[in-house]
């Protein structure tokens, strides 16, 4: 994702047009899962756009911009299930399933985020795409890489990589290439070892990694996502530059 970031930023693909966000998993259909405080509003906030969708919203806010409106539509696929301890008893699930989301950005593209916990066949799918003016970035999450699409900037966008401040803190946060688990263990990792560091009032020497602030700011637009779907009416976002 910084990778794909500093190429954004740089304007190597040009003004951006759209970008596509999609997290799809599978580990709801089950019908016999039983009723948790994750399928109850109440208790957990939401469903899919909470669970899967505010990382999808936090790499749209990074690599791309900052949300302007959002209209959004969510499903519930499986409306009851097996209450925890009661037996033969049901609840009701109140949370969404599957939720997709127009949104248009304060740089003036239009974009999309899809999620889902009902997908199957589709366990971990994931897809980030954002289209330029003159090329467009595929985020490759498997491989921790960021694939451009455009033939005629390849020569200076190891550079701009390479030179990207992100890009070189997260070479501090990741493990080394000996010590890797893989590429989610190592995102995993270096969320951990950063979360710590900004508790123990460390320094990793990167005054613009995420805060408790931004990750408010990100569960903002998840809000403004749920209104939305509540009301079927667009709805406009509070950004930081606002406040």
Same mark, same amino acid.
């Given at each position: 994702?910084?990778?794909?970031?500093?190429?954004?930023?740089?304007?190597?693909?040009?003004?951006?047009?759209?970008?596509?966000?999609?997290?799809?998993?599978?580990?709801?259909?089950?019908?016999?899962?039983?009723?948790?405080?994750?399928?109850?509003?109440?208790?957990?906030?939401?469903?899919?756009?909470?669970?899967?969708?505010?990382?999808?919203?936090?790499?749209?806010?990074?690599?791309?911009?900052?949300?302007?409106?959002?209209?959004?539509?969510?499903? $519930? +696929?499986?409306?009851? &299930?097996?209450?925890?301890?009661?037996? !033969?008893?049901? /609840? @009701?699930?109140?949370?969404? =399933?599957?939720?997709?989301?127009?949104a248009d950005l304060m740089n003036g593209s239009t974009g999309t985020i899809e999620v889902s916990r009902v997908h199957a066949?589709?366990?971990?799918?994931?897809?980030?795409?954002?289209?330029?003016?003159?090329?467009?970035? $595929? +985020?490759?999450?498997? &491989?921790?890489?960021?694939?451009?699409? !455009?033939?005629? /900037? @390849?020569?200076?966008?190891? =550079?701009?990589?390479?030179?990207?401040?992100?890009?070189?803190?997260?070479?501090?946060?990741?493990?080394?290439?000996?010590?890797?688990?893989?590429?989610?263990?190592?995102?995993?990792?270096?969320?951990?070892?950063?979360?710590?560091?900004?508790? $123990?009032?460390?320094?990793?020497?990167?005054?613009?990694?995420?805060?408790?602030?931004?990750?408010?700011?990100?569960?903002?637009?998840?809000?403004?996502?749920?209104?939305?779907?509540?009301?079927?009416?667009?709805?406009?976002?509070?950004?930081?530059?606002?406040?």
């Amino acid at each position: 994702m910084a990778a794909a970031r500093a190429i954004v930023r740089t304007g190597v693909i040009g003004d951006v047009v759209t970008w596509r966000a999609v997290l799809l998993h599978a580990s709801y259909l089950n019908t016999q899962r039983a009723m948790t405080w994750r399928l109850s509003r109440k208790e957990s906030g939401g469903g899919a756009l909470v669970d899967l969708g505010l990382h999808m919203v936090d790499a749209v806010r990074m690599v791309v911009g900052e949300f302007e409106a959002v209209r959004c539509v969510t499903r $519930t +696929v499986v409306g009851e &299930r097996p209450s925890t301890g009661v037996p !033969d008893g049901m /609840s @009701r699930v109140d949370v969404d =399933d599957w939720a997709l989301v127009t949104a248009d950005l304060m740089n003036g593209s239009t974009g999309t985020i899809e999620v889902s916990r009902v997908h199957a066949g589709r366990e971990g799918a994931f897809a980030f795409e954002v289209f330029g003016t003159k090329g467009s970035v $595929t +985020v490759d999450l498997q &491989r921790g890489r960021a694939v451009i699409m !455009d033939a005629a /900037s @390849r020569d200076v966008t190891q =550079d701009i990589v390479l030179d990207d401040p992100w890009v070189t803190y997260l070479k501090t946060a990741f493990p080394s290439s000996k010590m890797s688990m893989g590429p989610m263990c190592d995102m995993h990792a270096a969320s951990i070892y950063t979360f710590l560091d900004g508790c $123990t009032g460390g320094d990793v020497g990167f005054a613009a990694r995420p805060t408790l602030a931004e990750a408010g700011w990100t569960h903002r637009v998840v809000d403004a996502c749920y209104r939305s779907a509540d009301t079927g009416n667009r709805v406009n976002v509070e950004h930081p530059q606002a406040s």
